[in-house]
């Protein structure tokens, strides 16, 4: 039966890159913080565009119908 050091080789030699790993976790971080404020940042644009808009030059607004009177 295989003991766990023929199954795990020994790791001891093995390090990190902390360098590496320190630039792509800034990077990252810098990438959703910025794409966080650019979405936060557009809802509202588009809040304030389509409230200033005209009603009828807007054409995702679901149409008014006027409904008859019913006859008796």
């Known amino acids: 039966m295989d003991t766990t050091e023929t199954v ?3 790791q001891s030699d ?6 590496t790993l320190r630039t792509t976790g800034v ?3 810098v990438i959703m ?3 966080g404020i650019l979405i ?7 809040k304030c565009v389509k409230s ?3 009603s009828s ?5 679901i ?3 006027e409904v008859p009177p019913p006859t008796v």
């Open 8 to 10: 795990f080789p020994d």
């Open 14 to 19: 093995f390090e990190y890159d902390y360098e």
């Open 27 to 29: 990077i990252l971080a």
């Open 33 to 35: 913080f910025v794409s």
């Open 40 to 46: 936060a940042l557009s809802k509202k644009f588009t």
């Open 52 to 54: 200033s808009s005209n």
């Open 57 to 61: 030059s807007s054409g995702t607004q």
């Open 63 to 65: 149409p008014k119908t």
